[in-house]
């Protein structure tokens, strides 16, 4: 079903809320309806008074690749697109599944960090292929002359060691005693938005209970504290054994629930096994005219954000008639692009 900016009436999108370990998220299946999310529709649509409520919106695509089924896009709370998400990489299998996309039990994916292979296994978890860890600093990315097990990082005046890893997004790993009494609402974000990190970072804060046990607490780039990070529990496996205190087979124990990360070394890819869950399906229901700006405006931003057109081509279409500017813009969308929310309304529930 095409969602359209023609008339005055409230456009629609159904979605599907999902949850895995409590990281939650918003789902669209983007290849049987047209989805174009802007930032701003993001940060709507994840307001938990506002909106829908998630700390991601996920979104399902053809692939652009030979090699994979579906095309996986994150989009953190805040608004922007990112490379990886290993819990929404759970509910994307089960999404696709369930919606009838695909039957297959091995899915692969491809996403803006690299190729992933999902596989739902009999029981209903999900064990994901998250591919080889990145332990060199440029391929994080990370400012270091050299890979180490361990980097010294100043934040304000204070030396705070890190282990830093890259799962298709960038991750600091910190060992602390007890992760309950953890700093991490306010060294979580100073770390996050250190200029050791270009693209900034996923701050994992790591207790070690043995060699096949750990507790995490995360503070996720662009979400802040989540209940879960699957990506973080996998780099702060990897950055254990970097130090010399982890075996190849752990259990994470994250607030939302536990993941099994397995891992064999440097080289090697690693897995990460757990649970994925739907909790409701609705429909998001929005007006088609943008705030704060003419749907002309609106749509031209839109369909450049659709077709990656870059700056000058944008200018050039703002430079036409506010009549030719739409019209032309009308062509290119036909019509299907969305603006703006208004509501949504849950239409059913999942048990458990």
Known sequence: MATT???????????????????????????RQRVILRP?????????????GCDQVLLVE???????????????????????????ARCFALFV??????EKRDIPVETRGGRLELHVQEDGQVMVNMGVPQLEPGAIPFLADHAAASYTLDVDGQAVRIAAVGMGNPHALLLTERVDSAPVTSLGPKLEQHPAFPRRSNVGFVEIDDRQHLRLRVWERGAGETLACGSNACAAVVAGQ???LLDETVWVTLPGGTLVIRWQ???TPLTMTGPA????DGVWSFAPEAPGGTMREATLEQIA?????????????????????????????SLEIHCGPENYTATHWEDD
């Not at 900016?5 to 290849?31: C, H, Q, W, Y």
């Not at 599944?97 to 695909?102: D, F, N, V």
């Not at 869950?277 to 409701?280: I, L």
């Open 5 to 31: 900016l023609s008339g005055s009436k409230p456009a629609a999108l159904r979605f599907t809320k999902m949850e895995g370990l409590g990281n939650d998220f918003v789902v669209f299946d983007g290849i």
């Open 40 to 52: 701003e529709d993001i940060r709507a649509l994840a307001d938990r008074h506002f909106g829908i």
């Open 62 to 88: 053809p692939s652009t690749r030979a090699d994979c089924d579906f095309r996986y896009r994150i989009f953190n709370a805040d608004g922007g697109e990112v490379e990886q998400c290993g819990n929404g």
């Open 97 to 102: 599944r369930r919606a009838g996309l695909s």
């Open 242 to 244: 970097g130090w010399g």
């Open 265 to 267: 070394g440097p080289g």
């Open 277 to 280: 869950r739907v909790v409701f």
């Open 305 to 333: 954000h659709q077709l990656n057109t870059d700056q000058r081509e944008l200018d050039f279409l703002r430079k036409l008639t506010d009549e030719e500017g739409e019209t032309l813009a009308r062509q290119i969308a």
